[in-house]
């Protein structure tokens, strides 16, 4: 699935996340595998609700971290896709 | 986004007999069993076997470990028996009633009876989170170097273990539900590339035999007691995560890890991490909040040494 500005990712089921510092891991039940996420990748994981787009999680990025626009919103979408990829993020279709 | 699949002592002797079991047939024949209980910090362990001498070679190996009187953990069983390709005379060691090896030679025997102990105690164990590490600990805090084979995990033991460090195992970090780590202290597996360096420590091998264990090629063992009635840690609070990477001629150097990285990195080492699931997961990162990481280069055993223990001496004056 093709990840847009208007996406909404959620996280998807049988995952645990595990907060170390600034990063975290996730433990997928399913495979077995861990996943890494660096701070940038956890903020963005923390805001993919379901609810909230990438241009919106983008615009949190921005104002939390102090980031260019345009950087911020390539890092979401960046950061998304790669988590959809590795199953663990599913998005929802804006209503 | 990164992503992996993946004692107390209590007697100065151990107890071995003949025949303390139902007796075994081989080729027909009712053959002596002998066998030996101990226990290897929180594992269980007994060795049965036919082969004459075995258990008593094996008892000498383990000299002032405690005496089991209840039940095993684990079993290994030893017996002699007959290839099942070649109809060759064998030496079948075996777990818990399943065939694990086929061994040829006599030298290659005792390496695999430690081996198949080592896969029951990843079977059977599995209240703890199992790390592939090395286990050492000083002043109740417990330092873990974890490492694929080769990486000089043992020997870096052992160069602390000379130094009064207390010892908890070089090959299993064992942690339980409270993130304490658990003593499995197995004799130190040495090979033949670091006998001169353990003749520098000071630590006796078993001599004069010699074993053989698969690529590892010649080995010798070491009796952490050797080093002392306490030489053996007892659980203690994981401190220390320390990567070891030896480097022939290196100077040795630490560097820090962050504790993401180095979960990630403990998670491709676990034994059991994928059978424990989102609980073994919880253990190793809350085990994690409370402790230091690094990658550490090896080099010459008694410059790294003095590095970790630098590394330890500043920890305890922050």
Redesign the interface.
Known sequence: MRITSTSQPSPREGLTYHVLDDEALIYDARDGGTHRLNCTARFIWEHCDGSSSCDSIALKLTRNWDAAPARAKEDVLTAVNEMVNNGLLEVNRPR | ??????CQLDSPSLRFGASAISPMHIDGQRVSTEWVQLRIGVVNARIESSVSGLAEEYSALYSGYPTLHDNSHVCVRVERGRSRYTMGRRFIVSSNGERMFSVKRIEELLPHVEWALNWEVVRRLDTYLQLHAGVMERNGAGIVFPAAPGSGKTTLCAGLLSRGWRFLSDEFALIDTDGMVQPYPKALCIKEGSFTVMEHLGLPMISPRRYRKGQKGRVAYVNPLAMGVDAIGKACRLRHVVFPMFENGAKPALSSM???????AL??LSFN??QK??RG??I??RT??GATCHRLVSGNIDATCDLLEELLGKQNHA
């Open positions: 986004m990164t992503t992996a699949t993946s962050s504790r993401g990285e180095t979960g990630f998670s491709r991490l994928r699931g989102a997961m919880d190793l990162t994690l909040r």
